[in-house]
T-cell receptor, first 112, second 110 residues
Framework: DGGITQSPKYLFRKEGQNVTLSCEQN?????MYWYRQDPGQGLRLIYYSQIVNDFQKGDIAEGYSVSREKKESFPLTVTSAQKNPTAFYLC???????????FGPGTRLTVT | GQQVMQIPQYQHVQEGEDFTTYCNSS?????IQWYKQRPGGHPVFLIQLVKSGEVKKQKRLTFQFGEAKKNSSLHITATQTTDVGTYFCAGAEYGNKLVFGAGTILRVKS
């Protein structure tokens, strides 16, 4: 069953801690993306990767880091430097940039 | 850089009424896509338009791509409660990544 998965669905952390969100896809897509969504708001691009071992900053990369060591995986680390990390985080993938994107179910992160 | 504007931000309609959301890009696009996000869910791809002036239909949904390939619209005829959610347009310049609009939140009163 092909798709894109994110785990966990809900995540709670204390302020000052780094946290890593998982994103895995078995769609053989080259491109992967991370978005942040705040309540009632649109999608803001954090980072994207067009190919393994390469990634670019999106519009709101400060306080976040990523890696793309495998085609299937694109984990996102929310660092303690991110001022307001509580949000809904969505991972997506596509065959190439500009193509239709498939989204994972998302991770709701709460930092207190 | 490329910007994609979407209006209205929010619309509340009576069930059975029509609904339209509009999308405008600051640059010419290679394609435009539409996504729907149900409350509490994730965005799901609806359709892609690539040709100037293209019109596509999916049941009660009609999608249009402008002649200049800089604007698009999504029209829903006779809304139902299952139509509630946020509708996003997303446009890509040639060779570039998708840029999403801010979305239109649709609420339907039954």
């Amino acid at each position: 069953d092909g798709g894109i998965t994110q785990s966990p669905k809900y995540l709670f952390r204390k302020e000052g801690q780094n946290v890593t969100l998982s994103c895995e896809q078995n769609l053989n897509h080259d491109a992967m993306y991370w978005y942040r969504q705040d309540p009632g708001q649109g999608l803001r691009l954090i980072y994207y990767s067009q190919i393994v071992n390469d990634f670019q900053k999106g519009d709101i990369a400060e306080g976040y880091s990523v890696s793309r060591e495998k085609k299937e995986s694109f984990p996102l680390t929310v660092t303690s430097a991110q001022k307001n990390p509580t949000a809904f985080y969505l991972c997506a993938s596509s065959f190439f940039t500009g193509d239709e994107q498939y989204f994972g179910p998302g991770t709701r992160l709460t930092v207190t | 850089g490329q910007q994609v504007m979407q209006i209205p931000q929010y619309q509340h309609v009576q069930e059975g009424e029509d609904f339209t959301t509009y999308c405008n890009s600051s640059t010419t696009l290679s394609n435009i896509q539409w996504y729907k996000q149900r409350p509490g869910g994730h965005p799901v791809f609806l359709i892609q338009l690539v040709k100037s002036g293209e019109v596509k239909k999916q049941k009660r949904l009609t999608f249009q791509f402008g002649e200049a390939k800089k604007n698009s619209s999504l029209h829903i005829t006779a809304t139902q409660t299952t139509d509630v959610g946020t509708y996003f347009c997303a446009g890509a310049e040639y060779g570039n990544k998708l840029v999403f609009g801010a979305g239109t939140i649709l609420r339907v009163k039954s």
